[in-house]
């Protein structure tokens, strides 16, 4: 496997039930986010891990945990969701603290949930 | 703060034609710009960037200028393809000090072509 993987790709469940999205990185990356992309609205970043601490929560509801237990997995623990939740959860890393001046983020394909 | 704007799609054009989308910004210090890419069913995937002012980002006959005077960022295509069909996203990124760098999005424009 080579970039960023994300499991499962596609996820439908109901808002009583408990699942958990996957995201990996095989890039040697030492940051991982959590996105949300929902239809007509701007992409939201959700959560930020850096050296797997989190360093972001944007607001986000606390039915969404997230988890990194190192620097090449993330994942996201869902419970109780509801139906405007469902949306396409995209993972990215990036490589921090290097003398560059940007952060370029590379991207899972994204799972694509739905809240019944 | 940092902010980005995007035109509004969606955008449909035939093969071959002149592709253009706006995109301009606003940051409290010196951001560097980016065009992502993504195709349908897909994740976001980096198209170019430009890390100062007068930079030109190029790829896949995309092409972008960071033009901190009008502070743009304007996508352009000589000829599209039926293959470029996708949404693009502007975005920015400032970095400041030991702060993690994080990537502000634009809303996306959706652009359609048809053969």
């Known amino acids: 496997e080579t970039g960023v993987t994300q499991t499962p790709r596609h996820l439908v469940m109901g808002m009583t039930n408990k699942k958990s999205l996957k995201c990996e990185q095989h890039?040697?990356?030492?940051?991982m986010y959590w996105y949300k992309q929902s239809a007509k609205k701007p992409l939201e970043l959700m959560f930020v891990y850096n050296f797997k601490e989190q360093t972001e929560n944007n607001s986000v509801p606390s039915r969404f945990s997230p988890e990194c237990p190192n620097s090449s997995h993330l994942f996201l623990h869902l419970h109780t969701l509801q139906p405007e939740d469902s949306a396409l959860y995209l993972c990215?890393?990036?490589?921090?603290?290097?003398?560059?001046?940007?952060?370029?983020?590379?991207f899972g394909p994204g799972t694509r949930l739905t809240v019944l | 703060g940092n902010s980005v704007t995007q035109m509004e799609g969606p955008v449909t054009l035939s093969e071959e034609a002149f592709l253009t989308i706006n995109c301009t910004y606003t940051?409290?210090?010196?951001?560097?710009l980016f065009w992502y890419v993504q195709y349908p069913g897909e994740g976001l995937q980096l198209l170019l960037k430009?890390?100062?002012?007068?930079d030109k980002g190029s790829n896949k006959g995309f092409e972008a200028t960071y033009r901190k005077e009008t502070t743009s960022f304007h996508l352009e295509k000589g000829s599209v393809q039926v293959s470029d069909s996708a949404v693009y996203f502007c975005a920015l990124s400032e970095m400041r000090g030991s702060t993690l760098g994080r990537l502000y999005f634009g809303r996306g424009t959706q652009l359609t072509v048809w053969p």
């Open positions: 940051a409290t210090g010196y951001p560097s």
């Open positions: 890039l040697g990356h030492n940051a």
């Open positions: 430009a890390t100062k002012a007068d």
């Open positions: 990215a890393s990036s490589q921090e603290g290097t003398s560059s001046s940007y952060n370029e983020q590379f």
